[in-house]
């Protein structure tokens, strides 16, 4: 015991979000036989087809559901005293001072959130919560719905969590926005451009001018579903890696003119840093889905007459492109920029870019993404890669 009384478990930590404490190993015990003696919970719970985890009033795991239980058996795992993100090995989960939801990153975590708000209205909580998992492939995005009630149980308080995977329901969501919205958008430029040069209306410098601009948004229409089909493939870790080798600078010059005439980039500059100039061997078509999601997305957070810029630095082994805007991301945004399915842009936001390219850069190049957000310096995401992509002799993930 401590000298306040307190047992190690018991004793206060100083957290980012979630209050810090555990029980000990003989009071989780005492607390799961508390809930076997309950059988009309234990049979509600069981009949569930979603994963259910009964916590006790310090978010630790007492119990589980027959469901749950048997995706632990699987992967020989013991959910007694662990929190949720621990049984489901958030990445986070080790990162705060007393485990899953007293790290900084927690406060954007739909699911603690919920059992907190439960345990304080004394009621029923859902949230959405975007989850990023360890597996043996790399990092993978969760989204989940958390549903947690809070219920007493011989006097005492557990919180009943359940947990549904919603993943299907928003790629399906973000499918449809990628379609009805930028789909549609660019298919009708095509056709207003080809009517007018159809009925004759634009003829001489014009048409060829209208003509340019009709292929420039044929070729825009054909990214749009290739990223698409991309993303489907990664996340099934079924997206070939073909390495060459390509320069920098030249590379980075032909992002530059690529998308500084993006209809992103309108009223807003995309300009050359510093560029090393150098070989690079990596998959050249992923490197540019990578550093042009970086780079729309560095041009929708400038304001009109602000400039987005791309360099590239050698740094011994490896190489760093960097994409830098004068803007700064507000903490909440910053907590959630690589998750799947976030996006600052209500209604026509897809929520993948950012997201897409880290899939892309750690798990397929086998490289870094970070990023950087505060006042007087603005924004600067950070690609850092190999020279030579790890396991380029075989396709799939890098280093597979």
């Excluded at 990628?178 to 056709?191: C, E, P, Q, S």
């Excluded at 803007?327 to 870019?353: A, C, D, H, N, Y």
């Amino acid at each position: 015991m401590t000298e306040n009384g307190k047992s190690p478990e018991e004793e206060d930590v100083s957290t980012h979000f979630a209050p810090a404490g555990r029980d000990t190993p003989e009071e989780l015990r005492r607390r799961w036989q508390v809930v076997e003696r309950a059988p009309l919970l234990r049979a509600a719970i069981d009949a569930m087809a979603q994963v259910v985890l009964i916590l006790n009033e310090r978010r630790q795991t007492v119990a589980v559901n027959r469901c749950l239980a048997c995706l632990l058996e699987h992967k020989k795992a013991d959910p007694l005293g662990k929190r949720p993100g621990e049984v489901f090995e958030c990445v986070h989960a080790e990162a705060g001072p007393d485990g899953c939801g007293t790290d900084w990153h927690c406060a954007a975590c739909g699911a603690v959130e919920a059992i907190l708000e439960s345990g304080r209205v004394r009621g029923q909580v859902t949230r959405e919560c975007r989850m990023t998992v360890k597996a043996p492939e790399g990092f993978v995005a969760m989204d989940l719905r958390a549903t947690a009630t809070l219920v007493e149980v011989e006097g005492e308080r557990f919180t009943v969590c359940s947990i549904d995977d919603v993943g299907d329901e928003k790629r399906l969501h973000v499918l449809q926005r990628m379609f009805f919205h930028d789909v549609l958008n660019t298919a009708g430029g095509i056709r207003g451009y080809a009517q007018v040069l159809q009925e004759g209306l634009s003829t001489g410098p014009d048409a060829q001018r209208d003509l340019a601009r009709m292929a420039q948004l044929t070729d825009d229409l054909i990214e749009l579903v290739h990223s698409q089909r991309d993303l489907v493939g990664a996340e099934g870790n079924r997206l070939e890696v073909r390495a060459e080798p390509l320069r920098t600078r030249e590379f980075a010059a032909t992002l530059v003119a690529l998308y500084g005439s993006h209809s992103v980039a309108a009223g807003r500059s995309l300009v050359l840093g510093p560029i090393w100039d150098g070989q690079l061997v990596t998959d050249r078509r992923l490197l540019g889905r990578v550093l042009g999601n970086l780079v729309k997305n560095a041009l929708e957070a400038t304001l009109p007459g602000g400039t987005v810029t791309l360099a590239c630095a050698d740094l011994g082994p490896e190489v760093q492109f960097s994409v830098h805007n004068p803007g700064v991301m507000p903490p909440e945004v910053q907590l959630q920029v690589f998750q799947r399915s976030f996006s600052t842009k209500e209604g026509t936001g897809r929520g993948i870019g950012l997201y897409s390219a880290k899939l892309f850069g750690e798990r397929y190049l086998g490289g870094k993404i970070d990023f950087v957000s505060r006042e007087p310096e603005g924004t600067t995401f950070r690609v850092t890669l190999s020279k030579a992509i790890p396991g380029t002799a075989a396709s799939g993930p890098a280093g597979s």
